[in-house]
């Protein structure tokens, strides 16, 4: 577990650099991880999956599954990779601040 | 996370032994060599002691006072209670049939991965403490003292043991090893060393009833999601139901088949084929798992998460329970549940297949059928219209999960589906499948990115084999019954075998499947069109 520091914010990630919790999550949070993830330039498209994740994940405790996500923005899964090159789960959902997902997967 | 060498690196394998004996050679626990730990508030929850921030990069694990007597008396209660574990400390002779069989010591050439010398890990502490000639002759005996060295010795290389029990076939003792790794693993787990990958599903199951804690509303709204699918691709829409009483089968199968591709394509080939046959089931969404990470935890938390199946079954009142293509449920099923969770429910029944009449004698007392078995069985009945040809862009081979192969025996009735609903099957290697399977290199809850480049050399072996039907057949298409497959051989094939994706059996099965009423196909249940198949059989 570490700290980091960005734009004045302090946040508590775990080893994979996800946020330890959602609650801490601040716009900021998004901007830090955009560098990490080879984003220039955050457009509406990105903002569309992060809120849709968060909205999801705040009813439900969880991240939806990618073909629901698909479904959601509707957004085809090739797009999501292209707005998010570590995909929907390492790029998104940690993006988003929601955790890595566990278990057959 | 740290990255890995590309494929032509990782093959120069250094098998040179070094000079200095086992006992001095300290792990290498540097980024990348090892799981993360369990969070502490995931222990907590679980009520698992020692529930701390710590890293195995640490010089110090912050170990209770007692840990000595922790792992002493730990190590004695389960000496007293399995017999099993107190012969198999005796009885190896260490003839090293074992040796060379483990994926791990094929892909690393590290000898600690010898199935031998991991068991040694555990036995020379064993010898210490439990027999005359090891407190006598100490080392000479190979008995050694419990070091704080020790333990991080056993977290490296018990979790560099998938308990895939390939070597156990090898040994004329029957030593079952993947036993020794468990042993070890609840003795660690008695001092707070865990993984994360393994402690919070264990979390997640004991709270939501599956792995990755996804509550009833996205069950329901994922299987109506396939449904969708389905109807869209064939016209006809499947009717499951949820939590519903008098139901005749409850069907249960890894919530990773509900969550993660392509083990969904899987799923949608379960509800097709339910639909086809116009099963009486139910789906429960709290007992919506198959697999147990309990099972690499410790036998009390495999028997708790066992069980919920069970309490579900009898709470709705099924007869029987049908079981998805999951791969380490089946052997908590299969080895243990009988002595572990006594016997099943009053009102459940020896499972018969309601269209067949066939009654599953081998599941007499866990009342719980695979589905590979029940559907070769509907169609050794012809009670399947399946249409093959509809899969004649693939070259299949089949990589028996190692728990259906070797903890049930369950290796014809896949082929034999196989055989039915595609019309080009390859065989790898006969030393390669069957009992002498070749594990994924990433079960037992190893199936976490951190340690990919293990997981990378410990499916060599696997891959190796499937390279060799993709160059001598042009195979494209590795078939697996195992949700843990499904999620790790993707990667695994990228990286040795570009060009081989990955299916569940039952996913090849609604392919193939003709359902009453339905329209023609013009994709297949990936949403890639069909060329031209769908005329191929008439």
């Known amino acids: ?33 955009m560098k990490e ?39 085809k899964l090739k797009h999501i990779y292209e707005l998010f090159p570590s995909g929907p789960g390492k790029g998104a959902c940690k993006m988003a601040g929601l955790p890595k997902p566990t278990g057959c997967v | ?84 574990l107190k012969v198999f400390m005796d009885i190896c002779v260490r003839c090293g049939a074992c040796a060379d069989k ?26 210490n403490d439990f027999t005359m000639a090891g407190k006598i002759l100490g080392r000479i005996a190979g008995a050694r003292k419990l070091t704080p060295q020790v333990i991080k010795e056993w977290f490296s290389y018990f ?9 156990s076939v090898y040994c004329p003792y029957g030593i079952d090893t993947a036993e020794i790794t468990m042993m070890a693993r609840e003795l660690l787990n008695l001092l707070g060393l865990n993984i994360n990958w393994i402690k919070d599903p264990v979390a997640n199951c004991s709270r939501t009833g599956n792995h990755l804690g996804i509550q009833p509303q996205n069950m329901v709204e994922i299987i109506d999601f396939f449904c969708d699918d389905i109807e869209e691709i064939t016209g006809v829409r499947p009717n499951p139901t949820f939590n519903r009483k008098g139901a005749e089968v409850l069907f249960i199968t890894p919530s990773g088949d509900a969550f993660a591709d392509p083990g969904t394509y899987t799923y949608m080939g379960y509800l097709m084929l339910f639909e086809a046959i116009g099963l009486d089931y139910t789906i429960s969404t709290y007992a919506s ?29 099924v007869k029987w329970i049908l079981g ?21 429910g009053p009102k459940m029944e020896i499972p018969k297949s309601p269209i067949t009449g066939t009654v599953f004698k081998n599941a007499a007392s866990t009342k719980m059928v695979h589905i590979a078995e029940f559907t070769a069985d509907l169609i050794r009945n012809g009670k399947l219209n399946l249409k093959p040809g509809r899969n004649d862009h693939l070259k299949v081979t089949y990589h028996d999960s190692c728990n259906p192969a070797r903890a049930m025996g369950m290796l014809d009735e896949p082929r034999y589906v196989l055989q039915n609903v595609c019309n080009n099957f390859y065989e790898m290697p006969e030393n390669t499948i069957r ?22 050399r410990g499916g060599l072996p696997r891959a190796n084999a499937v390279k060799h039907v993709h160059d001598k057949y042009g195979v494209n298409m590795l078939s697996c019954v195992c949700a843990i497959d499904r999620a790790v051989l993707p990667p695994l094939m990228d990286y040795w075998v570009p060009g081989v994706s990955v299916t569940g059996l039952h996913e090849l099965v609604g392919n193939a499947l003709v359902l009453d009423g339905e329209h023609e196909r013009e994709t297949n249940l990936r949403f890639e069109p069909l060329e031209n198949a769908e005329g191929a059989d008439e």
């Open chain 1, 1 to 33: 577990m570490a700290e980091v520091e960005f734009k004045g914010k302090k946040f508590v990630v775990d080893e994979d650099g996800f946020l330890e919790d959602f609650n801490t999550y601040t716009e900021e949070w998004v901007e830090f991880c």
């Open chain 1, 37 to 75: 993830e080879g984003i220039d330039t955050l457009t509406e498209e990105h903002w569309n999956v992060i809120n849709i994740l968060q909205d999801y994940y705040k009813k439900n405790g969880i991240a939806p599954m990618v073909r629901v996500l698909s479904k959601l923005t509707g957004f």
């Open chain 2, 1 to 84: 996370m740290v990255d890995i060498p590309n494929a032509d690196e990782l093959i120069q394998i250094d098998r040179t032994p070094g000079k200095e004996s086992w006992m001095d050679v300290p792990p290498d626990l540097s980024e990348g060599r090892f799981c993360y730990p369990a969070k502490p508030k995931t222990l907590e929850y679980l009520g698992l002691p020692n529930a701390r921030v710590w890293s195995p990069s640490d010089e110090d694990w912050q170990l209770p006072p007692d840990w000595q007597k922790i792992v002493h008396e730990g190590f004695k209660e389960r000496l007293d209670k399995y017999r099993s």
């Open chain 2, 102 to 127: 483990c994926h791990y010591y094929i892909g690393s050439g590290d000898p600690k991965n010898m199935p031998v010398l991991r068991a040694e890990l555990l036995r020379s502490i064993y010898r």
């Open chain 2, 159 to 167: 979790y560099q043991c998938t308990e895939c029990r390939r070597c």
């Open chain 2, 289 to 317: 798992e198959g697999g147990n990470f309990g099972l690499f935890t410790s036998s009390d938390m495999m028997k708790k998460i066992n069980a919920k199946m069970y309490h579900e079954a009898e709470r709705l009142g």
């Open chain 2, 324 to 344: 998805g293509e999951c791969g380490h449920m089946w052997r908590v099923i299969n080895q243990y549940m009988d002595t572990m969770n006594g016997p099943t």
């Open chain 2, 435 to 456: 009992e002498q399977t070749f594990c994924c290199g990433s079960g037992s809850g190893l199936n976490t990115e951190e340690i990919m480049e293990l997981r990378m």
